[in-house]
């Protein structure tokens, strides 16, 4: 018998065996995220103080024994009004100030409403996926 012929199992037992699993990964989630909230609080009071002494050192990099140091600006960008922007880019031909990445309910959505019109390029890739429910 090929071992990943599960076949044969009995659905309930593997329902049980999946709530089992799914049981322990989120008691597990649950005790270590506690952990890793305090080690991302402690590794932002050293961000904090690193990025204070490199500000007042008035440097962007600084070799240490233990690895280098640097300080570099992020800045991110958001939008209030959508529709103002979307008329901005279209007036002014920026399409690149999109990222390359599709709504995937919005498209769903679209292509329910207008299974004429599907956009050239456009691949599609559907999986089936399970879950299970406790039951009631």
Do not use: C, H
């Amino acid at each position: 018998m090929d071992e990943n012929d599960n076949t044969n199992v009995p659905l309930d037992r593997l329902a049980r065996v999946y709530r089992k699993m799914q049981g322990k990964k989120q008691s597990l989630t649950a005790v270590y995220e506690s952990e890793v909230a305090a080690i991302d609080a402690q590794l932002d009071a050293v961000k904090v103080a690193l990025k204070d002494l490199m500000l007042g050192l008035g440097v962007k990099s600084v070799n240490t024994l233990e690895g280098t140091v640097i300080l570099s600006t992020k800045t991110r960008y958001s939008m209030q009004d959508w529709d103002a922007f979307k008329d901005f880019v279209v007036r002014n031909d920026a399409l690149d100030l999109f990222e390359k990445r599709i709504a995937q309910t919005n498209m769903a959505a679209f292509l329910k409403d207008n299974p004429e019109l599907v956009p050239p390029g456009l691949n599609t890739n559907s999986e089936y996926a399970i879950s299970v429910r406790k039951p009631t």
